[in-house]
């Protein structure tokens, strides 16, 4: 006899991170303008060239208008109103982790992060940002003796600017998009990492960006530089209150791979959604891209989105080292009212290029889940190969699933194969599970986590573990 | 009534259209051009900014100076013609865009079947009313739609009455032939199938010199109830020739749509076929074959709009591109809310065998259903090398072994009509790449 299912206990689950931490913070005020820029730059006390690469961004963002062609609807966004820095207080300067909040602290704690020494032996190097600011990076100790840097960006911009001028804004310009201009006129912090060369990163790195203030919007910006024949995997994970108002979320990651250098990069994204009438909830709008330079170089983009309530996210390889390979593994759930419009972008420039797309929609409730991809062979990409396979899932009769795949080729020598289908949960599956004894939520469980199971498997260990439960989580009570 | 304007300065002799429009022309027609020119007037041709005309850019149209043709009595080649002619079936054939009665053979139509070109205004004011206007909302027309309806002028009508199968070809022939200078017609035709009947119609977009004109055709089918069409679209416009057209095809309960559109001529060719599944248990087939060679460009768009439970479409696209040659596919599937059941499946492959062509296909999916099965899917690539090797030591040269295989590619699509008579006429518009 399976245990009939407490639908009320199900739907009414909450968002597991969605509390807040009382912590004094110094907001800036409200608003954007030239001023404010300057007040960022001056608190983090950066060297001039940031101001005026800054104050660039903000100059040509100012010419450009909001995108509107997103498969999404949503109000409009008063870029006035949000507070473009908020950071915990600091006392004096930290030396050590000790130091630092202890309501911060515990604030990661209970997202599960380890920061503190004791749970330092799980092998995960972390930089966790609250909000604006990076409140620690763990095993810098370690990494420094394999010559790997690791920190936020704001210490590597005192301490690297030589790497931050040659590399900040060379994948993802400050002209790019209206969201890359606007995180790179205000962007507080965010993750540098650089892998010398022939160096294979001993451990897993990893950043957790948490949004705890209201109004405020963060602004995170990522950068990865791998040299020749140089290795590294970089975990980014995510997680935000519950509060009534949209929060915007507008990063930038770039990525930089040199000859024989690989990257991978795995996201777990669990934003606030909004509750379910869709109030509230966080605004993802990210630019990702990942630029192979050299020969032989490799970027493979690993996402699990199943948070927040719009989101617009396109992690993109240019594959401009001959022989090159970009690969893109996605699962992107959506529930109650969330939307989704993402995908990726490969465009092959190098000879002998390939690219790999695997992306797994799930569509629940009243949600709107869009694949958006673009694949653009060069005329100077000769044999460039690229496979694609979309895949949708529907669950419930309320919610949408669309997939709008980009082929261009420009070169005659180019073999391209895309593929994408739409699917339900079939009866006829799920009376074979129920028959075997699963409950109603397991035999969807083991549905959906076959249906990931191509991107599941891409993620690191530790990862793919969080990322089955969060699907769980998510997917409870929106079936039956 | 016609105002020379900026968007129209590429078509001519406004004036002398106006003059014999008016000697025949009803009140309504003559709205509803005025309706449609302004609208046209409003949007302009279309530019590479809108995401649906993204990749082909019809801006070259402006370097020509079209002449809106109306007079077809200078028609020269009409021994060509006759190769795609056959008097047992029935023909009606437009020169120019103008209805020429001698060429045409409808005399002894079966019972049942209404041809004409319409004269008969009144006829047709009505049957636009009824079918067709009420499910286009005009205000949607895009421009090249508002920009036909403009210049409505001559419609190919054909009619089958409830529960009557037609067995013969009906053909509709449009002969392009720019005596004296760049010509534009304007094709517009009206397929209307009555409760449980049955019809063939091929419609052909023809022209036996290398002129340069336009061709901005309309065609509009309704099937109602229980019916079933086989329609082939087939174009080999010359090699300068621009042509832009749509075919929106309107099906209701149980109706069955097979249809297959080749396109191997003109220099920009934009084709459109718009389907709607309006009742349940419809079912549309979309089968289409592009080769182009040269600079050519061909861009074929098509939409199928699922709306209620039940109904099924099957597209398979294939085409091969020679020299610079250049191909775009879009294929939209909507499926609506209340479409459960539904079934849909999309294919878009492309051959490339020039060094230098370019390939842009979007196969599109939109889904708010959750009880369906939607599969798109889209190839580019190149002939097998084994295959061309293993000819190869059969002492075939391999040139001979490309053209096999290519020919072996389009008859994999080819053999899906069952008409001979239409295959016939495909194959003589594709003499061009095969020696057969």
Redesign the interface.
């Known amino acids: 006899m399976v245990k009939p299912i407490q639908e009320n206990e199900l739907v009414n689950r909450e968002y597991k991170y969605g509390f807040v931490t009382d912590i004094e913070v110094e907001p800036f005020p409200k608003g954007l303008s030239e001023k404010v820029i300057k007040m960022i730059s001056e608190k983090k006390s950066e060297p001039d060239f940031m101001l005026e690469w800054r104050l660039k961004a903000y100059r040509h963002w100012k010419t450009l208008k909001e995108p509107k062609?997103p498969n999404f609807k949503y109000g409009p966004i008063d870029y006035q109103a949000i507070s473009y820095y908020s950071a915990p207080k600091k006392k004096t300067n930290l030396k050590s982790l000790d130091e630092v909040d202890k309501e911060l602290l515990n604030t990661f704690e209970r997202l599960g992060i380890p920061l503190t020494e004791q749970k330092r032996l799980t092998g995960v190097a972390v930089d966790a940002v609250f909000d604006s600011v990076s409140v620690g990076t763990t095993h810098q100790g370690e990494l420094a003796k394999a010559g790997v840097i690791f920190c936020s960006m704001s210490e590597a911009i005192s301490h690297h600017p030589e790497l931050i001028k040659k590399y900040l804004g060379s994948v993802v310009p400050h002209s790019d998009n209206f969201f890359a201009a606007l995180n790179s006129a205000v962007f507080s912090d965010g993750s540098f990492c650089y892998i010398p060369k022939g160096v294979r990163c001993p451990l897993e790195l990893s950043t957790y960006f948490r949004i705890n203030a209201a109004d405020s919007g963060q602004f995170e910006r990522t950068l990865i530089i791998a040299e020749d024949d140089s290795y590294v995997s970089y975990l980014e994970g995510c997680t935000a209150p519950s509060r009534d108002q949209n929060q915007l979320h507008a990063a930038v990651v770039e990525l930089v791979a040199m000859n024989n250098a690989e990257i991978k990069y795995s996201t777990v994204q669990n934003w606030y959604s909004g509750d379910k009438n869709g109030n509230g909830g966080i605004y993802n709008f990210v630019t990702k891209r990942g630029k192979c330079i050299g020969t032989n170089s490799k970027i493979s983009w690993t996402q699990v989105e199943a948070g927040a309530a719009i989101t617009w996210k396109y992690p993109s390889v240019i594959l401009q080292g001959d022989n090159s390979v970009g690969k893109f593994y996605s699962v992107a759930l959506t529930n109650n009212r969330m939307q989704a419009d993402t995908g990726t972008k490969m465009i092959h420039i190098g000879k002998n290029t390939k690219s790999t797309i695997v992306s797994k929609g799930i569509s629940t409730d009243y949600s709107n889940n869009n694949y958006r991809g673009l694949v653009k062979i060069m005329?100077t990409a000769h044999g460039a190969r690229n496979f694609s396979q979309c895949d949708?899932m529907?669950?419930?009769?309320?919610?949408?699933?669309?997939?709008?795949?980009?082929?261009?080729?420009?070169n005659?020598?180019?073999?391209?194969?895309?593929?994408?289908?739409?699917?339900?949960i079939s009866a006829e599956q799920m009376f074979y599970l129920r028959s075997r004894g699963l409950d109603l939520e397991g035999a969807v469980s083991l549905i959906i986590n076959g249906f990931c199971k191509e991107v599941f498997k891409e993620l690191p260990l530790e990862f793919s573990v969080e990322a089955i439960k969060l699907l769980e989580m998510k997917l409870e009570g929106s079936v039956g | 009534m016609i105002v020379k304007n900026d968007q129209l300065s590429f078509i001519s002799g406004l004036k002398e259209f106006e003059i014999l429009v008016k000697q025949e022309s009803p009140l309504w027609a003559y709205n509803l051009r005025k309706e449609s020119l302004d609208r046209f007037a409003k949007r302009g041709l279309p530019t590479v900014k809108e995401?649906e005309w993204k990749?082909t850019n019809v801006a070259s149209l402006k370097e020509h100076q079209f002449q809106i043709a109306s007079d077809s009595s200078k028609m020269a080649q009409l021994k060509e013609l006759k190769a795609y002619y056959r008097k047992e079936e029935i023909n009606l054939v437009f020169i120019n865009g103008v209805f020429s009665e001698e060429l045409s053979n409808l005399k002894k139509l079966p019972k049942g079947l209404k041809v004409a070109d319409v004269n008969d205004a009144a006829l047709y004011s009505q049957k636009e009313a009824a079918f067709v206007l009420q499910r286009y909302p005009q205000d949607q027309d895009d421009s090249f739609i508002a920009l036909n309806k403009a210049f409505l002028y001559r419609v190919a009508f054909v009619q089958i009455d409830p529960k009557t199968v037609i067995k013969p070809l009906i053909h509709i022939i449009h002969v392009t032939d720019a005596v004296k200078s760049s010509v534009s017609s304007f094709p517009r035709s009206l397929i209307m199938l009555g409760k449980s009947a049955e019809a063939q119609v091929m419609e052909s977009h023809l022209s036996f010199s290398d002129d340069t004109y336009l061709t901005n055709a309309l065609s509009d089918i309704v099937l109602d109830q229980d019916a079933k069409l086989v329609y082939c679209k087939a174009q080999g416009e010359s090699k300068n020739a621009f042509h832009i057209g749509t075919t929106r095809v309107w099906q209701e309960r149980d109706s069955q749509l097979d249809s297959f559109s080749l396109m191997t001529g003109g220099k920009i060719t934009r084709n459109n076929l718009n389907i709607v599944l309006n009742g349940s248990g419809a079912h549309a087939t979309l089968n289409g074959l592009y080769l182009i060679n040269g600079n050519q460009h061909v861009d074929n768009h098509t939409a199928v709009d699922h709306r209620p439970p039940n109904c099924t479409s099957t597209q398979l696209y294939k085409g091969i591109?020679y020299d610079a040659a250049r191909a775009v596919f879009n294929g939209k599937i909507f499926v609506k809310?209340e479409a459960?059941q539904t079934n849909s499946y999309q294919l878009n492959k492309?051959l490339?065998?020039?060094?230098?062509?370019?390939?842009?296909?979007?196969?599109?999916?939109?889904?708010?259903?959750?009880?369906?099965?939607?599969?798109?899917?889209?190839?580019?690539?190149?002939l097998n090398e084994d295959e061309i090797f293993y000819l190869q030591t059969r002492c075939i040269p391999k040139s001979q072994a490309v053209e096999m295989l290519a020919r072996g590619f389009v008859d994999d699509i080819l053999n899906r009509i069952a008409d001979e008579s239409i295959v016939a006429k495909l194959n003589k518009l594709l003499a061009e790449y095969f020696q057969d």
Do not use: M
């Open positions: 062609w005329p949708s529907l669950v419930g009769n309320n919610c949408s699933a669309n997939t709008f795949p980009y082929i261009e080729v420009k005659s020598s180019a073999v391209l194969e895309h593929e994408a289908s739409t699917s339900k | 995401e990749y591109l809310k459960q492309n490339l065998l020039g060094p230098d062509c370019r390939v842009d296909t979007k196969p599109q999916l939109e889904i708010f259903a959750d009880d369906v099965k939607c599969t798109h899917g889209a190839t580019i690539g190149q």
